[in-house]
Every structure is written in structure tokens, then in C-alpha cells.
């Protein structure tokens, strides 16, 4: 499985637009590229996937460049509650099922 | 549906006490993973099934850890006997094979402290 490297951690204000970019240069062909969202004291939830191009979702944007070499999770206009932990995962189907791989993620705090 | 159901939410035990957490994952999913959080270690897979069947352990840290699946409704994480260090968030996720990568739901998480 691919390795991601992303930015441990990450502030802004409210209202802002963040973008987190995840690195990942090892991505297999048939990789897609996967992000998730912790809150504290819950497990990990589904944000959004994709495979190329652009892909945007009623919580956020993801922007894949045509190398696949990495992708930005753009969140517009961040609220309080945005803070979480965001991580960058990459994996691909096989027939035994997808372990994916959670890396350290990357901590967003968002103040007032 | 309900999502992945995990009990019990929190669990205190004293060390060399087995511990035996639980979960029901979604209906319908055929895949099942058992991960352990900490805040020195983040977040660690430690077994996943497919079908029922164990894939890959290799994340378990030592024997007295065990996982079992017995039907497509039910697993188990057991530890025997528990030590202070196993003290962490146990998630289990599930998810279903479709085309493209597999997406993971995860439970609410057990909070196990070992005294």
C-alpha cells in the first residue's frame, strides 16, 4: 500500500477556505485516494474519495493533479467544528478486501 | 441501519483480567477490522476479516490477543490477560467490496483502562 505523508497539524479561523495535501508517490494504478475525518471521542468517518481529476461532495472538495502523485482536501468556509484529525489514505480493491493504512493524520484546529 | 455497533463503550478492568470487547458490524458488509488508538501510537490496525475469515493478523500484538468471527453478524477482540499498556480506544470498522477501494465504517469505540 502507498505511503502518505501530510502535514501533522494545521490552524485557521472561521470562515476560511483549508486545503491539506497529501502527499503519496508511490500510488499504484489502481489506488484510490481516500479521506477521513476523527472527532474526538468518535472513530473515523468517511469524508470523500476519488480516483482523478476533481471530486466534490456536500463536506468538501478533493483535487487529485493528473500524476496522482498527491491530492488537496479543501474544506470551504471551516467552522468550529471542523476541528478534527484528517487523514490521507490511498488503497486499491483486492479480493481479500482493503486494509487501509492510517497514517498520523493531520490535526486542524479552527478558532474565532 | 444502525451502524456499527460496539460494546461495551467503556470498560475498567484491573490487570490479568480478560477482556472481551464486542462488535456488530453493518449489515451486509463482508469485511470487518479491529483497530487500536493511543496517543503515542495513533491509530493501529490489528486484524481484518473478509467473509469471516481472518486475512491478516499481523497487527495483533502478542498472543494474548484473539479475535474471533464467528458469523457475519458478530466478532470479538479478547485479551488474556490484560496489562495497563493494553489500555487505548478499540475501534471496529466494517465496510462491503464494490468497485474501487473499500470504504470503512467505523463504531463509537470502546475505551479499555487496565489498572
Known amino acids: 500500500l502507498a505511503k502518505t505523508t501530510q502535514p501533522i497539524s494545521m490552524d485557521s479561523y472561521e470562515g476560511q477556505e483549508v486545503n491539506i495535501t497529501c502527499s503519496h508517490n508511490?500510488?499504484?494504478?489502481?489506488?484510490?485516494i481516500t479521506w477521513y475525518q476523527q472527532f474526538p471521542s468518535q472513530g473515523p468517518r468517511f469524508i470523500i474519495q476519488g480516483y482523478k481529476t476533481k471530486v466534490t461532495n456536500e463536506v468538501a472538495s478533493l483535487f487529485i493533479p493528473a500524476d496522482r502523485k498527491s491530492s488537496t482536501l479543501s474544506l470551504p468556509r471551516v467552522s468550529l467544528s471542523d476541528t478534527a484529525v484528517y487523514y490521507c489514505l490511498v488503497g486499491g480493491p483486492n479480493q481479500a478486501g482493503t486494509a487501509l493504512i492510517f497514517g498520523k493524520g493531520t490535526t486542524l484546529s479552527v478558532s474565532s | 441501519d444502525a451502524g456499527v455497533i460496539q460494546s461495551p463503550r467503556h470498560e475498567v478492568t484491573e490487570m490479568g483480567q480478560e477482556v472481551t470487547l464486542r462488535c456488530k458490524p453493518i449489515?451486509?458488509?463482508?469485511?470487518l477490522f479491529w483497530y487500536r488508538q493511543t496517543m503515542m501510537r495513533g491509530l493501529e490496525l490489528l486484524i481484518y476479516f473478509n467473509n469471516n475469515v481472518p486475512i491478516d493478523d499481523s497487527g495483533m500484538p502478542e498472543d494474548r490477543f484473539s479475535a474471533k468471527m464467528p458469523n457475519a453478524s458478530f466478532s470479538t477482540l479478547k485479551i488474556q490477560p490484560s496489562e495497563p499498556r493494553d489500555s487505548a480506544v478499540y475501534f471496529c470498522?466494517?465496510?462491503?467490496?464494490?468497485?474501487?477501494?473499500?470504504?470503512?465504517?467505523f463504531g463509537p469505540g470502546t475505551r479499555l483502562t487496565v489498572l
Open positions: 508511490n500510488i499504484a494504478t489502481n489506488d484510490y
Open positions: 470498522a466494517s465496510s462491503s467490496v464494490r468497485t474501487g477501494t473499500d470504504t470503512q465504517y
Open positions: 449489515s451486509g458488509h463482508n469485511s
